[in-house]
């Protein structure tokens, strides 16, 4: 059970990392996307090739229609959130039907992005899967690395 377990966390960070290769430049001034400008490190670090870099930006292109109205939507929740904040008739039932949406739309949103990971993963060759298997395995080792030094520091006392 934990191996499969493992092996989806390491599909789906696959799939954030090929994701965030899509979209390089954009008009937002960070990627144009969703996952900002890392085309050129994974094309460096996997040795895509131009027409990888065409296919998974298509698959990401195809998937703008869909995720947009998503964006737009946890903008809207944000504003709500904020409004609701600085009003003067707080509500935590509002409050908590305002989050109940907003993760309702972060499930969807994680929902697109696993499935075109899966699609750009299989653009891959073996060798680039291997690689990216290293990459996504020293990621998560270094993140282990700085939960377990965050457990270790004492809490500072007053």
């Known amino acids: 059970m934990k191996s499969s377990r493992t092996n989806l966390v390491a599909v789906v960070l696959a799939g954030v990392l090929l994701a965030g290769t ?4 954009g008009p937002h ?23 990888q870099q065409a296919q998974i930006k298509q698959i990401h292109e195809s998937a703008k229609p869909a995720m947009q109205p998503l964006m737009e939507q946890e903008k809207q929740s944000h504003q709500a959130l904020m409004q ?5 008739n707080f509500s935590e039932a509002a409050a908590k039907k305002i989050l109940d949406q907003e993760s309702q739309v972060h499930e969807q949103m994680a929902l697109q992005h696993v499935q075109l990971a899966a699609q750009a993963y299989q653009i891959l060759t073996p060798e680039q ?27 500072s006392q007053p």
């Open 22 to 25: 899509a979209i390089a430049q």
């Open 29 to 51: 001034g960070h990627g144009g996307d969703l996952f900002g400008p890392m085309l050129g490190n994974m094309t460096d670090i996997l040795d895509l090739t131009d027409a």
């Open 84 to 88: 609701l904040i600085t009003s003067s």
């Open 129 to 155: 899967k291997t690689k990216l298997a290293q990459v996504i395995a020293r990621h998560q080792q270094e993140a282990q690395e700085r939960m377990q030094q965050h457990s270790q520091q004492a809490p």
